[in-house]
């Protein structure tokens, strides 16, 4: 399996904003917004901190630099209360052992204690502040409270990219009084959802999974002109079947979807964009573990049963489709692999992405459990950190966290 994480991207200032390295940050305090928004199991014990570690390059280049860098971030929904289980604590920990130094944890993201500490900082400290929603003013985007935010600092930094869909008052209003750039996290993202998107190595194939159209209808139109196949399965494949006349049994289908989904196949004919179904499935009855399955063919989908995951015949196709790719991006599971009996396709078209020659971008969420799954994450060229913040991006839509940085003259 080629390892491509390597791959360069020369994307000329797709970002238009500011970055960390424009800032004179020698001696100055450093906001920089986090998405430390990790997964804790029952006794708060961090389960995965791949979101810590992917927003290290920008911490430690403000460490180096000199800067006196405060982190703040959200974690969970404690929906504006002060609640302990969603306290960035278990954060602190974690940090100073990544970067092998002492994080000094603030108990309040504002006011006098956070202030004091703050003004006590030498050059290379680190702070990381509470729970920035433990205040409610923070999804309000309050400007009270951005303003008190903003000043413990003198320069903001956004690395949240997986929050950058979300106009709150620590990734937009705080952008009203302080010189504001991207982290790297947020640069890379951009430069890797925007600017291969806008400007791929064809041929550019599109995958596309999942359970419903709907989700991934603003994605599927943005890509419409810009790709040059695409692939779609999971549980959306089969309103496109329905659509064309197919018996899907009780697979998912939205039926509001039908006449949208014909638009869409007709636009990709017309600009003669080639467009993958699944020619077979695994259906079962029930979605369970130790359910009876079968492989049918898409002519041959019973009643009474649903297709589960794509079939050996579709993984045959589809992987033929990838071959020549150059590039490549992948959002949604090609089947309810949570389950094994339904994960097979998925797992193989994650092999068959990785064995492409290509450049491989893979949208977060689902698609990136099932890449560490398969066990082949790290071949993929870039895997996005954010959720809705990707599809936000890949629908051709501005993301209000980086929209509100300082423009680049
Ligand atoms: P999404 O959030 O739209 O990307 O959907 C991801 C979910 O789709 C996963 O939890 C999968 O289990 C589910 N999924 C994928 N394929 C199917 C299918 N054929 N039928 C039902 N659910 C599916």
Same mark, same amino acid.
């Given at each position: 399996?080629? =390892?491509?994480?390597?791959?360069?991207?020369?994307?000329?200032?797709? !970002?238009?904003?500011?970055?960390?390295?424009?800032?004179?940050?020698? &001696?100055?305090?450093?906001?920089?917004?986090?998405?430390?928004?990790?997964?804790?199991?029952?006794?708060?014990?961090?389960?995965?901190?791949?979101?810590?570690?992917?927003?290290?390059?920008?911490?430690?280049?403000?460490?180096? +630099?000199?800067?006196?860098?405060?982190?703040?971030? @959200?974690?969970?929904?404690?929906? &504006?209360? #002060?609640?302990?289980?969603?306290?960035?604590?278990?954060?602190?920990? =974690?940090?100073?052992?990544?970067?092998?130094? +002492?994080?000094?944890?603030?108990?309040?993201?504002?006011?006098?204690?956070?202030?004091?500490?703050?003004?006590?900082?030498?050059?290379?400290?680190?702070?990381?502040?509470?729970?920035?929603?433990? *205040?409610?003013? %923070?999804? /309000?985007?309050? %400007?009270?409270?951005?303003?008190?935010?903003?000043?413990?600092?003198?320069?903001?930094?956004?690395?949240?990219?997986?929050?950058?869909?979300?106009? *709150?008052?620590?990734?937009?209003?705080?952008?009203?009084?302080?010189? $504001?750039?991207?982290?790297?996290?947020?640069?890379?993202?951009?430069?890797? !959802?925007?600017?291969?998107? %806008?400007?791929?190595?064809?041929?550019? #194939?599109?995958?596309?999974?999942?359970?419903?159209?709907?989700?991934?209808?603003?994605?599927?139109?943005?890509?419409?002109?810009?790709?040059?196949?695409?692939?779609?399965?999971?549980?959306?494949?089969?309103?496109?079947?329905?659509?064309?006349?197919?018996?899907?049994?009780?697979?998912?289908?939205?039926?509001?979807?039908?006449?949208?989904?014909?638009?869409?196949?007709?636009?990709?004919?017309?600009?003669?964009?080639?467009?993958?179904?699944?020619?077979?499935?695994?259906?079962?009855?029930?979605?369970?573990?130790?359910?009876?399955? /079968?492989?049918?063919?898409?002519?041959?989908?019973?009643?009474?049963?649903?297709? !589960?995951?794509?079939?050996?015949?579709?993984?045959?196709?589809?992987? %033929?489709?990838?071959?020549?790719?150059?590039?490549?991006?992948?959002?949604?599971?090609? &089947?309810?692999?949570?389950?094994?009996?339904?994960? =097979?396709?998925?797992?193989?078209?994650? *092999? $068959?992405?990785?064995?492409?020659?290509?450049?491989?971008?893979?949208?977060?969420?689902?698609?990136? *459990?099932?890449? @560490?799954?398969?066990?082949?994450?790290?071949?993929?060229?870039?895997?996005?950190?954010?959720?809705?913040? $990707?599809?936000?991006?890949?629908? &051709?839509?501005?993301?209000?966290?980086?929209?509100?940085?300082?423009? =680049?003259?």
């Amino acid at each position: 399996m080629a =390892r491509r994480s390597d791959a360069v991207v020369d994307i000329k200032d797709i !970002l238009g904003k500011l970055t960390i390295e424009d800032l004179q940050i020698k &001696g100055k305090r450093v906001f920089i917004r986090a998405d430390f928004n990790v997964p804790l199991d029952d006794n708060l014990v961090i389960t995965d901190d791949s979101r810590i570690r992917s927003t290290l390059p920008t911490i430690n280049y403000a460490i180096d +630099e000199g800067a006196k860098v405060i982190l703040a971030s @959200h974690l969970g929904r404690p929906r &504006g209360k #002060v609640e302990p289980r969603f306290s960035l604590s278990p954060v602190v920990k =974690r940090l100073q052992r990544l970067l092998n130094k +002492e994080v000094v944890f603030v108990p309040d993201c504002v006011g006098p204690q956070a202030e004091q500490v703050v003004a006590k900082m030498k050059e290379g400290d680190v702070v990381l502040l509470e729970n920035l929603r433990f *205040h409610p003013e %923070e999804e /309000k985007n309050d %400007e009270a409270f951005a303003k008190n935010l903003a000043r413990l600092a003198d320069f903001f930094v956004n690395d949240a990219f997986g929050t950058a869909h979300r106009s *709150h008052a620590s990734t937009a209003g705080i952008t009203k009084f302080l010189p $504001s750039a991207a982290g790297f996290l947020m640069k890379k993202e951009i430069e890797y !959802l925007k600017g291969v998107v %806008e400007n791929p190595v064809r041929p550019f #194939v599109a995958i596309l999974g999942g359970a419903k159209v709907s989700g991934k209808i603003g994605v599927l139109e943005n890509l419409v002109d810009k790709v040059d196949k695409v692939i779609v399965g999971g549980g959306m494949a089969y309103t496109f079947i329905s659509a064309m006349g197919y018996e899907i049994g009780d697979s998912l289908v939205e039926n509001e979807m039908l006449e949208l989904a014909k638009n869409i196949m007709d636009k990709l004919k017309r600009n003669n964009i080639k467009f993958y179904l699944p020619v077979d499935s695994v259906i079962a009855q029930t979605i369970e573990a130790g359910a009876e399955t /079968k492989i049918v063919t898409t002519q041959e989908l019973p009643k009474g049963w649903r297709a !589960l995951d794509i079939g050996p015949a579709s993984v045959k196709l589809f992987s %033929e489709a990838l071959q020549n790719a150059k590039t490549i991006i992948w959002n949604g599971p090609m &089947g309810v692999f949570e389950i094994d009996a339904f994960s =097979r396709g998925t797992f193989a078209i994650a *092999h $068959s992405v990785t064995d492409a020659y290509a450049l491989t971008i893979v949208g977060g969420g689902d698609t990136d *459990h099932a890449v @560490h799954k398969a066990g082949v994450n790290d071949a993929i060229t870039f895997i996005s950190t954010g959720g809705g913040a $990707s599809l936000q991006l890949l629908e &051709g839509k501005d993301l209000p966290g980086i929209s509100a940085l300082t423009d =680049r003259k």
